[in-house]
């Protein structure tokens, strides 16, 4: 069965950087896209970024571009986001999640238990 | 950006009542039209993608319609384990974008 693992939640200082983890497991790792996507305390989904299959492509949502840096290791079966410049509006519980694939790029058909990010002074 | 508006924003509904969600995207997106159920402290759980095609395993009571820039979920005959937030999601292009969530709470 399909299986997404978050890891590397913190609580972290402002400015500083964190990297969190996704292991992937029950599917063809290097034949689906793979997005990010956060929620914070008491308030909707918000997408992060995605990678592609191959780790060539990658997008950013507006809030977190510049800052925010998204991999896979198809070795690790694991992708990678590497958070910069933390700001305290990056709290927030984050989710990793499976693309849909074919007509349904850029949904999301699993989604990791999901690892809490904690930005504070 | 597209965005994703639902409602209501919260509805309050009794066990075996029929319940409809509704989410209006800001321009057309075919059917690139995902919804989603989560419930308090959970991950989200993905229920219909392309706007009508049921995922595997969710129950028959749920389903989706719509195209274009309006869409709707319903649920048949609501169950003690609906009670959940529901959010709708564009994939019709980047910055993929969410509906602001409808939470279903027991009357």
């Known amino acids: 069965q399909v299986q997404l693992v978050e890891s590397g939640g913190a609580v972290v200082q402002p400015g500083r950087s964190l990297r969190l983890s996704c292991a992937a497991s029950?599917?063809?790792?290097?034949?689906?896209?793979v997005h990010w996507v956060r929620q914070a305390p008491g308030k909707g989904l918000e997408w992060v970024a995605t990678?592609?299959?191959?780790?060539?492509?990658?997008n950013y949502g507006d809030s977190v571009k510049g800052r925010f840096t998204i991999s896979r290791d198809k070795s690790k079966n694991t992708v990678y986001l590497e958070m910069n410049s933390l700001r305290e509006d990056d709290t927030a519980v984050y989710f990793c999640?499976?693309?849909?694939?074919?007509?349904?790029?850029?949904?999301?058909?699993?989604w990791g238990q999901g690892t809490l990010v904690t930005v504070s002074s | 950006d597209i965005r994703m508006t639902q409602s209501p924003s919260s509805l309050s509904a009794s066990v075996g009542d029929r319940v409809t969600i509704t989410c209006r995207a800001s321009?057309?997106?075919?059917?690139?039209l995902a919804w989603f159920q989560q419930k308090p402290g959970r991950a989200p759980k993905s229920l219909i993608s392309?706007?009508?095609s049921l995922q595997s395993g969710v129950p028959s009571r749920f389903s989706g319609s719509g195209s274009g820039t309006d869409f709707t979920l319903t649920i048949s005959s609501l169950q003690p384990e609906d009670f959940a937030t529901y959010y709708c999601?564009?994939?019709?292009?980047?910055?993929?974008?969410f509906g602001g969530g409808t939470k279903v709470e027991i009357k």
């Open positions: 321009q057309g997106i075919s059917t690139f």
């Open positions: 990678v592609s299959y191959d780790g060539r492509n990658k």
């Open positions: 029950g599917f063809i790792f290097g034949r689906y896209a």
């Open positions: 999601q564009q994939y019709n292009n980047y910055p993929l974008t």
């Open positions: 999640a499976k693309d849909g694939g074919g007509y349904n790029f850029g949904s999301f058909d699993y």
């Open positions: 392309a706007a009508s």
